[in-house]
Nanobody, 122 residues
Framework: VQLQASGGGLVQPGGSLRLSCALS????????IGWYRRAPGKEREGVSC????????YYADSVKGRFTTSRDNAKNTAYLQMNSLKHEDTAVYYC????????????????WGQGTLVTVSS
């Protein structure tokens, strides 16, 4: 299983970005997709998770109401729409394929993708 996150960049506070996570080698239908981030000097934290069918989503409290995760199984791609970005959202964002969502925990990660850097700065 290979995953590639993309869509990061520099954005001003209050701005938006949409990250994509493309999966290859397997069908996206078989996996839940989690998003995680690691800010400079901090531990990695869970951001969101979407079930394999897309019917259930989970978010960290810090991003609820601002971030939305979705998926297009036909395109083998998942997304993280990030709105109202804050300085504290600056981090490298990773997507991962999971057996199932356990909140935003990474206990059931099967494979990690390479990260994409999001920098929120004026």
């Amino acid at each position: 299983v290979q995953l590639q996150a993309s869509g990061g960049g520099l954005v001003q506070p209050g701005g938006s970005l949409r990250l994509s996570c493309a999966l290859s080698g397997f069908s996206l239908d078989d996996f839940a997709i989690g998003w995680y981030r690691r800010a400079p000097g901090k531990e990695r934290e869970g951001v969101s998770c979407i079930s394999s069918g897309g019917g259930r989503t989970y978010y960290a409290d810090s991003v609820k109401g601002r971030f939305t995760t979705s998926r297009d199984n036909a395109k083998n791609t998942a997304y993280l729409q990030m709105n109202s970005l804050k300085h504290e959202d600056t981090a490298v964002y990773y997507c991962a394929a999971l057996h199932l969502c356990v909140g935003v925990r990474d206990d059931t990660v099967d494979a990690w993708g390479q990260g994409t850097l999001v920098t929120v700065s004026s």
